[in-house]
């Protein structure tokens, strides 16, 4: 490497300063506070550093304990912190048993199908019980499994999922549910990493105003698990319609199974939830990373449980009688905290929906509210922005008052922060913008929504019993107010925190820790900052702006995609020599993904290679990573060490200016790249439009070559 490559590898993105409008506060009415779970300052006392781990017992006494813990944090085998040692409790106990035992016919679950036609189901305690049980019975007797197995979720958006889940629980049967929407190659991988003997799906579902065929990707994850080794005994099938089968693939004999036939013999039954220890693991939720391996983040019980109560409790402020709908994916990590686990152990109604925002028309979710009388609102920035666009006057039209809406997944521009306040929220709700990630269980940034106010655009401070620290690449801290970014660490472990990556706790270590602990022996937990993986920038005021991730992902409407995922897919492709994926600068959905492919000597490049790849990504991965555009050109951009420049192409797609290519070992590639794909893109009407300084600053620094 030559001296100017080696520097331009030191300044990461995180490290170039950046430069915003700092935008006005707004403050929750008399009327939210006078309501509120958390309205006393003091709360922030109480989770002060000197408090700190038994702050957290205020959390782990949300939940019932079959006996209480000992310890409240073992950190003697860092960094796999061990939270409530000793203690011993049953998830599903806490989400249904003791609600049931109360209020047994309130509506857990409110299930809203996608077809506007067919009924809207509700769910209450006492009904969820029995489903749970049955549920619980069938696994215990028909499959089996026990405490520590795993078993493999590819189930879409009905209340058979959250039934499902809940049933492992109490079991102790660890679950790994994966986004409906991937496909079953990358669902096959999943099973195989995990170990599971048994895959649970459905025969179809509806998106879009469409039946999807979901049973055919069960086939496939079978056939992909066989080529890693891995058996799957079961396929077990809910039915989508109660007797009707919608799939084109055949029921294979002797694995395959449809739960209603063999529920009979469950039927009644009831299961005791087994006591389990809190540091026993309740899911796998897999996700991206720098390597193309996916990473099965593992969950505990009585810390995530614990973690995912108090801020539902505190940052939702979710009551008990309140009707709470969070519009994402219990496919990811969100819907599992904060639709299912955190949610109904406070014993809340929560409301599920199982198809597209804007199915038939976009004011669906609006009248979604309406009519079920919903007062707390969740979901993405990628969806404000489609209903926004669909149909900005359409709120108005509907008689619904949210007192608290939260944003997640991306950073909200200011705009949309503002038409989601005063239009959707109709200057009555507060609005939370919480940042975590799968890693984490729970929020890490959020404001307390009656005590700090509202900055558009800025996550706020960080949530009760977390301290950040922002560090540049030598380990210094960057100050508040300095306008410069870095690398944002929790320094502290909390209870949500995930245990390890399942079955990679080198990779665990490597990934989170490595960057900034300089004592591996070190038993304290202040030498092990977290690398939570985006660059942020403090105000002043404490508050964060979060500006994306430092790793080579890709978040494509809050779809976290791994580069490396999406370039090993496209090299199944035979022609493929080389494929590099990087972000486009999206309108609605964020960022969007384009492939530059490079071909084997001897091969031209064709309209249906261009296909081929992007069905690649379709078959390993599934549809939300298929690419916008795939461009075939003859030599990718280099440095002398043979690395792809990615920020070169990256650049190139959003119509920025590439920057310094004499580094490069063909610079004359490149405007032969430049002119082909931006004439290309400006005949499709595809330009993004101006760029941001900071999204400039992105693509720019893209892969960091
Ligand atoms: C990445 C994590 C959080 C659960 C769903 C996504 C980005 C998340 C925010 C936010 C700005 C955010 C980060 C993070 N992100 N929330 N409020 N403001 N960015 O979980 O798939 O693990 O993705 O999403 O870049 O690292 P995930």
Redo the contacts with the bound molecule.
Sequence with gaps: MTNTEETAALVSEAQIAVHWREEEYYYPSARFIAQANAADPRIYERFSEEHFPECFREYADLLDWDRYWHTTLDTTDPPFWKWFVGGRLNASYNCVDRHMEKSPNKAAIIWVPEPEEEATQAITYQELYRRVNEMAALLEGFCGLGPGDRVTLHMPMVPELPVVMLACARLGVIHSEVFAGFSGTACGGRIADSGSKVLITMDSYYRDGKVLDHKVKADEAVEAARKEGREVDKVLVFRRRPDEYHSASPMVQGRDYFVDEVMRDYAGKKVAPVSMPAEAPLFLMY?SGTTGRPKGAQHSTGGYLSYVAGTCKYFLDIHPDDTYWCFADIG???GHSYIVYGPLSLGTTTVIYEGAPAFPDASRPWRIAERLGVNIFHTAPTTIRMLRKAGPELPAKHDFHFKLMV?????IEPEVWRWYYDTVGKDEAVVV??????ETGGFLGATLPAIKAMKPGS?GPAALGIYPAIYDEEGKAVDAGTGRAGNICIRNPWPGIMQTIWGQPERFVQTYYAKYNHDSASKDWHDWPFL???GAVQALDGYYR?L??IDDVI?VA???LGTKELESAVLTVPEVAEAAAVPVIDELRGRVVEMYVSLKPGISASPELEDKAKAAIETEIGKVARPRNVWIVPDMPKTRSGKIMRRVIASISNFADVGDITTLANPDVVEGIRHHVQSQKLQRGDVPRQLTEKEMEEIRSFGNA
């Design positions: 996700t990811w990590i969100t944003t997640v997944g991306e950073p913008d919480t940042w975590w990630m799968t996550c939570c993986g985006d979060i994306g991730r978040n809050g779809h976290r």
